[in-house]
């Protein structure tokens, strides 16, 4: 019995030994990035809901130097979305509202949209044209904007849809933000009124709330402002950024983005989402359950989530949040239960992710080169890289110019600046990653190769 009993304890012991190696690895990981000021937030890693890593780095408060904490609130940008998902799911539950119902049923003023249905703005199926970009050149951009603003102007100017509803991929931020408004409309309560009665409060994120900051602007404590970094690289508020001022008129927009909370409050959700606390496991099935396309094309969204698949981690849900002065990202790992949350108050971007996950596995991280020298092409040498690029099938990069700068965008996040360090090879600032581009024998650019934490992937140039 005493040998039994002793060889038990040298088995945990070996485990949790391994376990603190995996913590140092992770804390060195972090430490090292935030001591070059390439991280600023706040991270929570959890197996089985237990806390193996918390940690904050950095500043809340770039005016006042204050420091984060683990009670520190971010603005989720999309990480929002799996809620209003969520918030949809428990009205179709309650009998509310159908999946399969016109979007024009609770928004009629949108009746040109008719093929539209709620199961496709939910999957990014739906084909609306991006309102972001139709405020900017059609609507008053010198007021805050509220969702009730962007419906008029769609009733106004009718944008085309994008391509034939439920025939594609493409994700949309108008999709999520007109579904806040189904909520209003189904619920009969506001957006932020109904998931804090639904989800907020029974799942007890007691610092998870709507928040609009320039709309209805509160003291809340412990509020992590977002920084972006100006021509100068130096940290400012996006308000007074020109290239970033837009989220000013963007501020009254729900649904799409507009949710702030904490890492513990999102470990909270986390848990909540292995049990039938909010809804039925049917339904939780839905939500991680991306559609088929009817060409049969496999698609990698579902409510409110992406999904996927490692040979190394199994399957995968998560989704990252970007908006002027904010990267945040939360992942659960549904195989193995294990949970990576990120929030940020700075552009940093998410280039430490493939590591991270290496280390909670307890592999060796890889080692990526660090070291870029920029050169000055010209306008006209930088002109022929402009163009859509497709990560996945309706998920595209936007390389454009402007100024004699190149930027690329994804959708629905901010754009940043690539840097030439041959003719033909970019390199961003804001993470480690780099941009190939390859060009056939008449000089069109054709294709690129996106490089990061060791890892590659082939883009081809659409237009």
Same mark, same amino acid.
Request: proline letters at 4%.
């Given at each position: 019995?005493?040998?039994?009993?002793?060889?038990?304890?040298?088995?945990?012991?070996?485990?949790?030994?391994?376990?603190?190696?995996?913590?140092?690895?992770?804390?060195?990981?972090?430490?090292?990035?935030?001591?070059?000021?390439?991280?600023?937030?706040?991270?929570?890693?959890?197996?089985?809901?237990?806390?193996?890593?918390?940690?904050?780095?950095?500043?809340?408060?770039?005016?006042?130097?204050?420091?984060?904490?683990?009670?520190?609130?971010?603005?989720?940008?999309?990480?929002?979305?799996?809620?209003?998902?969520?918030?949809?799911?428990?009205?179709?539950?309650?009998?509310?509202?159908?999946?399969?119902?016109?979007?024009?049923?609770?928004?009629?003023?949108?009746?040109?949209?008719?093929?539209?249905?709620?199961?496709?703005?939910?999957?990014?199926?739906?084909?609306?044209?991006?309102?972001?970009?139709?405020?900017?050149?059609?609507?008053?951009?010198?007021?805050?904007?509220?969702?009730?603003?962007?419906?008029?102007?769609?009733?106004?100017?009718?944008?085309?849809?994008?391509?034939?509803?439920?025939?594609?991929?493409?994700?949309?931020?108008?999709?999520?933000?007109?579904?806040?408004?189904?909520?209003?409309?189904?619920?009969?309560?506001?957006?932020?009124?109904?998931?804090?009665?639904?989800?907020?409060?029974?799942?007890?994120?007691?610092?998870?709330?709507?928040?609009?900051?320039?709309?209805?602007?509160?003291?809340?404590?412990?509020?992590?402002?977002?920084?972006?970094?100006?021509?100068?690289?130096?940290?400012?508020?996006?308000?007074?950024?020109?290239?970033?001022?837009?989220?000013?008129?963007?501020?009254?927009?729900?649904?799409?983005?507009?949710?702030?909370?904490?890492?513990?409050?999102?470990?909270?959700?986390?848990?909540?989402?292995?049990?039938?606390?909010?809804?039925?496991?049917?339904? *939780?099935?839905? !939500?991680?359950?991306?559609? @088929?396309?009817?060409? =049969? &094309?496999?698609? +990698?969204?579902?409510?409110?989530?992406?999904?996927?698949?490692?040979?190394?981690?199994?399957?995968?849900?998560?989704?990252?949040?970007?908006?002027?002065?904010?990267?945040?990202?939360?992942?659960?790992?549904?195989?193995?239960?294990?949970?990576?949350?990120?929030?940020?108050?700075?552009?940093?971007?998410?280039?430490?992710?493939?590591?991270?996950?290496?280390?909670?596995?307890?592999?060796?991280?890889?080692?990526?080169?660090?070291?870029?020298?920029?050169?000055?092409?010209?306008?006209?040498?930088?002109?022929?890289?402009?163009?859509?690029?497709?990560?996945?099938?309706?998920?595209?990069?936007?390389?454009?110019?402007?100024?004699?700068?190149?930027?690329?965008?994804?959708?629905?996040?901010?754009?940043?600046?690539?840097?030439?360090?041959?003719?033909?090879?970019?390199? *961003?600032?804001? !993470?480690?990653?780099?941009? @190939?581009?390859?060009? =056939? &024998?008449?000089? +069109?650019?054709?294709?690129?190769?996106?490089?990061?934490?060791?890892?590659?992937?082939?883009?081809?140039?659409?237009?």
């Amino acid at each position: 019995m005493k040998k039994i009993i002793f060889l038990s304890l040298l088995a945990f012991l070996m485990k949790a030994n391994a376990q603190d190696t995996r913590v140092q690895k992770i804390d060195s990981l972090f430490s090292v990035l935030a001591a070059k000021q390439e991280f600023n937030g706040n991270v929570l890693i959890a197996e089985k809901g237990n806390v193996i890593y918390r940690k904050s780095f950095g500043l809340r408060d770039e005016g006042q130097k204050l420091p984060l904490t683990d009670n520190s609130i971010f603005e989720l940008a999309s990480v929002s979305k799996q809620f209003t998902a969520m918030g949809i799911v428990l009205l179709e539950q309650k009998g509310k509202l159908e999946y399969d119902d016109a979007l024009s049923k609770y928004i009629p003023e949108l009746f040109f949209y008719k093929d539209v249905t709620i199961r496709q703005l939910l999957n990014h199926t739906g084909g609306l044209p991006d309102y972001m970009q139709l405020v900017g050149t059609k609507g008053d951009t010198t007021k805050i904007n509220t969702n009730k603003d962007i419906i008029a102007l769609f009733a106004k100017e009718k944008p085309q849809a994008l391509f034939t509803p439920g025939s594609k991929f493409e994700y949309s931020n108008t999709g999520y933000a007109l579904l806040a408004s189904v909520i209003e409309k189904a619920s009969g309560k506001t957006y932020a009124a109904f998931l804090a009665d639904n989800i907020f409060k029974p799942l007890k994120m007691e610092n998870t709330f709507v928040y609009n900051r320039r709309l209805a602007p509160r003291k809340i404590a412990d509020y992590a402002y977002g920084y972006v970094y100006d021509a100068s690289q130096k940290k400012v508020l996006p308000d007074n950024d020109p290239n970033n001022n837009y989220v000013v008129c963007l501020d009254g927009i729900v649904g799409d983005g507009a949710i702030n909370s904490t890492t513990t409050d999102l470990l909270k959700w986390d848990r909540a989402l292995y049990t039938e606390k909010l809804v039925s496991k049917k339904s *939780l099935h839905l !939500v991680f359950t991306p559609p @088929v396309l009817p060409n =049969d &094309e496999k698609t +990698s969204y579902g409510f409110g989530w992406m999904i996927a698949k490692f040979d190394d981690y199994g399957r995968i849900a998560n989704h990252s949040g970007g908006w002027p002065g904010y990267v945040t990202f939360i992942e659960r790992h549904t195989d193995n239960d294990k949970t990576i949350i990120v929030l940020q108050n700075n552009e940093n971007g998410l280039s430490f992710l493939n590591n991270l996950r290496r280390l909670l596995y307890g592999k060796a991280p890889v080692v990526v080169k660090d070291s870029h020298t920029e050169i000055t092409l010209t306008e006209a040498q930088l002109q022929p890289f402009v163009g859509e690029y497709e990560l996945e099938a309706g998920y595209n990069m936007a390389i454009t110019l402007d100024n004699a700068q190149l930027y690329s965008q994804l959708p629905g996040q901010q754009k940043f600046p690539i840097f030439p360090e041959t003719e033909n090879a970019f390199f *961003l600032k804001v !993470v480690k990653a780099q941009l @190939v581009f390859e060009k =056939d &024998e008449q000089g +069109s650019v054709t294709a690129a190769t996106l490089k990061q934490n060791g890892n590659e992937l082939k883009i081809k140039k659409m237009k």
